[in-house]
């Protein structure tokens, strides 16, 4: 079955750094694109990463550009999200999305159950 697996989130204070993973399982990792999104209460789902096969297609909303880091080891079927000097509106459920790379609004999507990220002093 298909299993997206998130990890590393947890509480920090700000200007700390944590490393998210995503674990992935019964799809074809390489044929998919891997996305981060985030939600906080009140707010609706929120983009913050993506990364395609080939790697040069990269995307970041611009709340997190030059602070977070998105790749992937194809080898491991696993997505990571590097997210550094974290800010207090970084706080959000974390959630790990692959979509098949197919020009299609319909295409296969599967989501992790989500990792809570907390930023507070």
């Known amino acids: 079955q298909v299993q997206l697996v998130e990890s590393g989130g947890g509480l920090v204070q700000p200007g700390e750094s944590l490393r998210l993973s995503c674990e992935t399982s019964?799809?074809?990792?390489?044929?998919?694109?891997m996305r981060w999104y985030r939600q906080s209460p009140g707010k609706e789902r929120e983009f913050v990463a993506a990364i395609g096969n080939p790697t040069f297609h990269i995307d970041y909303a611009e709340s997190v550009k030059g602070r977070f880091t998105i790749s992937r080891d194809d080898t491991r079927r696993t997505a990571y999200l590097q997210m550094n000097i974290l800010k207090p509106e970084d706080t959000a459920v974390y959630y790990c999305?692959?979509?098949?790379?197919?020009?299609?609004?319909?295409?296969?999507?599967?989501w992790g159950q989500g990792t809570q990220v907390t930023v507070s002093s």
């Open positions: 019964g799809f074809a990792f390489h044929d998919f694109a």
């Open positions: 999305n692959a979509r098949l790379q197919i020009p299609d609004e319909g295409a296969p999507e599967y």
